[in-house]
C-alpha cells in the first residue's frame, strides 16, 4: 500500500522510522523541483543541523514493486559491505533508510553542495578540475569493480520474491514509428523520426554498439550533470570536489556509457547556447553560439585524460575504447533528444543539428574524437601513456566501418 509523502505527514513517517522527532515541524521541509516524472523529492531540516532527503516513487502502484529505488538501496548496501568501494568519497554512503513497501528511500542531504548543471548555469568559467574530478571517481568505480564476480553477484539480488534481468544492454536505437506516434508528438518532432529511420548508417552503428557492448564493470548508468553535485567552496578542497548520486540505474555494464552519457551531457551546454533562428545559416548559429565548443573542450580532455590516468588498463581491454566512448556519447544525444519530445513536446532546430552531432559520433567516431575533443585520440592517449607501459592506438587498428551491410543485434 503506497503511502503518499507531502510536506504534511513527512515528519511523522520521520519520526516513526526513528529519523527525527516530533518537534521538527513541517516549516523546516520543502519539495525539490521534479526531475523526472516519477520521483517525489522532499528535503526535511532535522535537529543538528542535518537534512534528510526524502525520495518518493510514484505512480507504480498498480505494477509491483518498482526496482528503481531498491536499485540504488542495493548499490548502498554493496559500499557497506564492500568498504574498498564505500572508501571513494565521491561515492560514499547516504542512505539512511528504505521502506520497499511505500517506494520511499531516506538519503542525508548535503546541503554545501549544488547540482553540477545549475553550478554551470551559473558559473561563467567551466573549470577543468571539475571535470578531473569526475574521471577520477568514475575511474575509481570501474577500475575498483572490473572484472570482479562479488560485485556483479551482488547487484543481481532480485527484491524478495521477485525475479531481476541480470543485463539491460542500453545500446538502444529509437523504436519504429506507429501510427499513435502522430498524435504523441509535434509535427515538427516528425522530422526526428524521419531522419532517424531513413538513415541505415545511423541504425547500423546502434545496432553496432549494441553488439560490442561489453559488460565488465559497475557502471552509473544516468550520469548527467543533475546526477552530479559540487561542492560549493569546490575551490579551497584538496578532496570531495564531486558527489555521484542517484544510483537507480546503477547495474554490471559497460564503462564506456557512462563516459558517453556524461560527455553528451556537456555537449548539451554547448548545444542548448545556440542562437537558433531561422534567418541563420547553421555555421552562424555555431559562431554565435554562447557558450562555444571551445570552453568545454578542456573540461571533457581533463576528464578523459583523468579517467584513462586512473584506469589505464581499460585501453589494454578495449583497444577501441575511446571510440566506443565517442559512440555512446552519439547515442546519449539521441536519447536526450527522446526525453526532450517526450517530456517537453518540444523540437527545434537546434535538435536538428544536434540529430546531425549525434549521427557524425556514432558513424565516424575516430574523426569525431579530434572535431569533439580538439585533439586526436593518440594526443589524448600520449600524456598518459609517458606514465603508463600502455598501448598507442594505431590507426589501422582503430577503423571502424562506417556502413554495415546487416545489421547484428545481441543481447537487447
Ligand atoms: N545528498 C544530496 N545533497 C544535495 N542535493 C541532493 C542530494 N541528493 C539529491 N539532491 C538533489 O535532489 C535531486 C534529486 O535527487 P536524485 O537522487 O537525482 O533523484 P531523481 O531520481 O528524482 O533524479 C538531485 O538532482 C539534487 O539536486
Ligand atoms: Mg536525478
Known amino acids: 500500500m503506497l503511502l503518499p509523502l507531502s510536506s504534511h505527514n513527512v515528519i511523522q513517517y520521520l519520526h516513526a522510522a526513528g529519523l527525527c522527532s516530533l518537534e521538527d515541524g513541517t516549516s523546516n521541509t520543502f519539495e525539490l523541483p521534479k526531475t523526472n516524472q516519477k520521483n517525489c523529492?522532499?528535503?526535511v531540516n532535522v535537529g543538528d543541523n542535518r537534512q534528510l532527503l526524502i525520495k518518493q516513487e510514484r505512480g507504480h502502484e498498480n505494477q509491483g514493486i518498482s526496482h528503481e529505488l531498491f536499485n540504488e538501496w542495493l548499490f548502498y548496501q554493496l559500499l557497506q559491505q564492500f568498504p574498498v568501494l564505500g572508501?571513494?568519497?565521491?561515492?560514499?554512503?547516504?542512505?539512511?533508510?528504505?521502506?520497499?513497501?511505500?517506494?520511499?528511500?531516506v538519503?542525508?542531504?548535503?546541503?554545501?553542495?549544488?547540482?553540477?548543471?545549475?553550478?554551470?548555469?551559473?558559473?561563467?568559467?567551466?573549470?577543468?578540475?571539475?571535470?578531473?574530478?569526475?574521471?577520477?571517481?568514475?575511474?575509481?568505480?570501474?577500475?575498483?569493480?572490473?572484472?570482479?564476480?562479488?560485485?556483479?553477484?551482488?547487484?543481481?539480488?532480485?527484491p524478495e520474491g521477485q525475479f531481476r534481468y541480470s543485463f539491460y544492454n542500453p545500446a538502444q536505437g529509437v523504436d519504429s514509428i506507429s501510427p499513435e506516434i502522430f498524435?504523441?508528438?509535434?509535427?515538427?518532432?516528425?522530422?526526428?523520426?524521419?531522419?532517424?529511420?531513413?538513415?541505415?548508417?545511423?541504425?547500423?552503428?546502434?545496432?553496432?554498439?549494441?553488439?560490442?557492448?561489453?559488460?565488465?564493470?559497475?557502471?552509473?548508468?544516468?550520469?548527467?550533470?543533475?546526477?552530479?553535485?559540487?561542492?560549493?567552496?569546490?575551490?579551497?578542497?584538496?578532496?570531495?570536489l564531486v558527489r555521484l548520486i542517484d544510483w537507480e540505474?546503477?547495474?554490471?555494464?559497460?564503462?564506456?556509457?557512462?563516459?558517453?552519457?556524461?560527455?553528451?551531457s556537456y555537449l548539451k551546454i554547448w548545444l542548448a547556447s545556440l542562437v537558433i533562428d531561422p534567418t541563420l545559416e547553421l555555421e552562424e548559429s555555431l559562431q554565435l553560439a554562447i557558450t562555444p565548443l571551445e570552453e568545454i573542450q578542456p573540461s571533457l580532455v581533463a576528464l578523459l585524460q583523468a579517467y584513462i590516468n586512473a584506469f589505464p588498463m581499460i585501453l589494454e581491454y578495449r583497444r577501441d575504447f575511446l571510440v566506443r566512448v565517442m559512440q555512446f556519447t552519439g547515442l546519449a544525444l539521441i536519447h536526450q533528444i527522446?526525453?526532450?519530445?517526450?517530456?517537453?513536446?518540444?523540437?527545434?532546430?537546434?535538435?536538428?543539428?544536434?540529430?546531425?552531432?549525434?549521427?557524425n559520433l556514432l558513424t565516424m567516431p575516430e574523426q569525431s574524437?579530434?572535431?569533439?575533443?580538439?585533439?586526436?585520440?593518440?594526443?589524448?592517449?600520449?600524456?598518459?601513456?609517458?606514465?603508463?607501459?600502455?598501448?598507442?592506438?594505431?590507426?589501422?587498428?582503430?577503423?571502424?566501418?562506417?556502413?554495415?551491410?546487416?545489421?547484428?543485434?545481441?543481447?537487447?
Not at 196 to 218: K, M, R, V
Not at 375 to 400: D, F, G, R, Y
Open 249 to 264: 540505474a546503477c547495474a554490471w555494464g559497460d564503462p564506456a556509457f557512462d563516459l558517453g552519457t556524461i560527455l553528451a
Open 338 to 359: 527522446q526525453a526532450q519530445i517526450h517530456h517537453s513536446k518540444s523540437f527545434d532546430n537546434s535538435h536538428t543539428y544536434q540529430l546531425q552531432l549525434a549521427k
Open 183 to 240: 498524435a504523441q508528438v509535434p509535427s515538427e518532432a516528425l522530422k526526428f523520426y524521419q531522419t532517424y529511420q531513413n538513415s541505415e548508417s545511423l541504425e547500423a552503428a546502434i545496432a553496432d554498439l549494441a553488439y560490442e557492448w561489453h559488460p565488465c564493470c559497475l557502471t552509473h548508468n544516468d550520469l548527467k550533470l543533475d546526477n552530479i553535485l559540487i561542492h560549493s567552496r569546490w575551490n579551497q578542497l584538496d578532496n570531495c
Open 369 to 412: 574524437i579530434l572535431s569533439i575533443l580538439g585533439m586526436t585520440e593518440a594526443e589524448i592517449v600520449s600524456c598518459v601513456a609517458k606514465h603508463h607501459q600502455i598501448p598507442q592506438p594505431q590507426k589501422a587498428q582503430n577503423l571502424v566501418p562506417l556502413y554495415y551491410e546487416k545489421t547484428r543485434l545481441r543481447g537487447c
Open 41 to 43: 523529492n522532499l528535503v
Open 107 to 158: 538519503r542525508s542531504y548535503l546541503g554545501e553542495y549544488v547540482e553540477l548543471g545549475k553550478f554551470y548555469q551559473h558559473s561563467e568559467i567551466l573549470p577543468s578540475e571539475i571535470g578531473t574530478a569526475i574521471g577520477t571517481t568514475l575511474a575509481a568505480l570501474h577500475r575498483v569493480t572490473f572484472q570482479r564476480q562479488e560485485y556483479r553477484d551482488f547487484m543481481a539480488t532480485a
Open 87 to 105: 572508501n571513494i568519497s565521491a561515492i560514499a554512503p547516504l542512505v539512511l533508510h528504505f521502506d520497499q513497501d511505500n517506494s520511499i528511500l
